[in-house]
């Protein structure tokens, strides 16, 4: 007796392609590292806001025409009138205004530098408003997870209700929208037109974007610095000229806090996105990214419409006695497993242990300011800052033309309303911790000391201001054979309106290359007290330059 039944049987290598797809979909961002790179996309392009607008860069050419025409002034005006005046000749003049004469031989080649920096930026401001105005990068993994996903979903479903008989047409028409939605995503975010826009800014900004160039460009602000402050301390003096007779030197020289306030963020923007922008770079080719949805797209909407064609499973006979039956070949079931990465991130290294014998030290180490007239400092307190790439014990140091030591490398320190470092207790920044020429206010552990005409301040905070971090309250332990120890993570340094960790260890309690100590001698007779550590900069304008800092004096215990 034949019996009539024709149910629907799903095509199984349809429908297995289809998990194949989706499970490529899905592992597509783990290929390309994009769970971590595209969120770093994200940063740098937020980071980048604030400059890449046209007015901006205007403003910046406008700083170097005022340096440059400040330069002019200074070697036709300012620089004959101060030889004259003083009697020497050129190259004695020149020796006395060593940083002035550094500053004026390099700043043809540091204007073109910079201006090409400036050029790269303008000619990529509508590349970057187009990258800009994408979907947020840390959402770019999830618009290929997430497809994946639900075609996978789907795909499986169905072969589970083709194989119980039921209609898997739902399904299948699902996975056709999911496909066209994926081929109409580019067009929808503007991506044929943006990501390769994104691309060709990758491409401008490599050459910028090396630690080597950065390095170079920080170097600059020193440089101008240094030139800034002996064209007011040496020249101006010397030549002694009538008000007005060198109008661009005097606005430079009265400009150049702001112009160094509001300029070197730039290139601490630049610093602190370096492996960000290494990240993005190693991403595929930006023109790539909309292909990355309609291939994919379009392979899954095409799928999707062959499973919409569900062929009929041919009739069941039975013959009567001893009759042959025929089936339909049963459905196979191939399903791709996604390997899931668990990053475990573990802290290591047991506390050093402290000697029985070590005695806390809670009161002030009052400071004493350098004697430094006859070249490096004799005895007192000092701060000294090591270029990018050199190390503590050989440099290269910094200059610092406002310096009153006679090695401008060295810089006095000099005591503040509170007479020094207290341990035991914070002492903070105040609010605001800036005026409004950048300068540093804090001045309880010391007095606010010029810096290329910017003077930093130094306080010890509970919650750092750079980094956000809780701070230990500053502290320092002798040991038993009067070595000096502890913890300084709260200092830091307040400058240009910028801050800075100068403490060791940092407030999260590494110590990044150039970070050591503290480290000293303490007397317990006569009080006296020996100080040093070294504390790198992580981040800002400065970045990968370390602080060398030492203080001297005498401690005053505090009183119960």
């Not at 009697?87 to 204007?111: K, M, V």
């Not at 101008?224 to 064209?231: F, K, R, S, W």
């Not at 060791?504 to 007290?529: C, D, E, L, V």
Request: hydrophobic content about 45%; overall charge positive; charged content about 15%.
């Amino acid at each position: 007796m034949a019996q009539g039944g024709a149910p629907r049987r799903p095509r199984t290598g349809v429908y297995v392609g289809l998990i194949v797809a989706g499970a490529g979909l899905v592992a597509a961002p783990f290929v390309f590292s994009m769970f971590d790179r595209a969120p770093a996309g994200g940063q740098m392009i937020d980071a980048f806001r604030p400059f890449m607008t046209r007015a901006q860069v205007d403003k910046f050419r406008g700083f170097l025409a005022e340096i440059g025409a400040a330069d002019d002034q200074q070697r036709a005006v300012v620089d004959p009138a101060a030889v004259a005046r003083l009697g020497t000749t050129a190259a004695e003049y020149a020796q006395r205004a060593s940083y002035l004469r550094t500053f004026e031989q390099q700043w043809h080649g540091i204007d073109a530098d910079m201006s090409d920096m400036l050029d790269r930026m303008q000619r990529n401001l509508g590349n970057y408003q187009g990258v800009d105005a994408l979907p947020p990068f840390p959402a770019f993994p999830w618009f290929f997870v997430v497809p994946g996903v639900l075609v996978v979903g789907l795909a499986a479903a169905a072969l589970v209700r083709g194989r119980r008989g039921r209609s898997t047409r739902g399904a299948a028409i699902a996975i056709v929208v999911l496909g066209l939605g994926l081929i109409a995503a580019p067009a929808v975010f503007q991506m044929f037109t943006r990501a390769p826009n994104g691309g060709e800014m990758i491409d401008d900004f490599r050459p910028l974007m090396t630690r080597a160039k950065l390095t170079t460009i920080q170097g600059y602000f020193i440089t101008i610095g240094n030139g800034e402050a002996q064209m007011r301390t040496v020249a101006l003096p010397a030549a002694a000229l009538p008000p007005g007779a060198a109008p661009d030197v005097n606005r430079f020289v009265a400009d150049w806090p702001r112009i160094n306030r509001e300029m070197s963020p730039l290139v601490g923007v630049m610093a602190d996105n370096l492996d960000n922008f290494a990240a993005v770079d190693a991403l595929p080719p930006f023109a790539l990214f909309p292909w990355f949805f309609v291939i994919p797209g379009a392979l899954i909407a095409g799928l999707g419409l062959l499973a919409m064609r569900e062929p009929r499973r041919p009739a069941i006979t039975h013959r009567h006695m001893g009759g042959s039956v025929s089936n339909a070949t049963k459905p196979t079931v191939a399903a791709g497993a996604l390997v899931v990465i668990a990053l475990t991130a573990m802290l290591a290294g047991p506390a050093a242990a402290k000697s029985s014998k070590s005695t806390a030290l809670v009161g002030t180490f009052e400071v004493t300011a350098a004697e430094c007239a006859a070249g490096a400092p004799t005895n007192g307190s000092y701060f000294r800052m090591v270029q990018s790439g050199g190390d503590t014990t050989n440099g290269p140091f910094v200059p610092n033309a406002d310096s009153s030591c006679s090695d401008k490398t060295y810089t006095a320190l000099v005591p503040g309303t509170a007479g020094g470092l207290v341990t035991g207790k914070y002492q903070p920044q105040p609010n605001p911790p800036f005026d409004t020429s950048g300068n540093g206010t804090a001045a309880a552990i010391l007095a606010p000391t010029k810096f290329f005409g910017v003077q930093f301040a130094v306080s010890t905070n509970k919650t750092d201001p750079q980094t956000g971090d809780a701070a230990k309250v500053p502290s320092l332990t002798v040991s038993y054979k009067g070595a000096l120890s502890g913890n300084l993570s709260a200092f830091g340094v307040a400058y240009g309106k910028q801050q800075f960790n100068q403490g060791a260890p940092k407030p999260n309690g590494t110590k990044p290359t150039g970070t050591q100590g503290p480290t000293g001698t303490y007397s317990g007779k006569t009080g006296s007290f020996s100080l040093e550590w070294t504390s790198a900069i992580v981040g800002g304008p400065f970045d990968g330059f370390t602080g060398v800092w030492h203080l001297e004096g005498t401690f005053k215990k505090a009183k119960s």
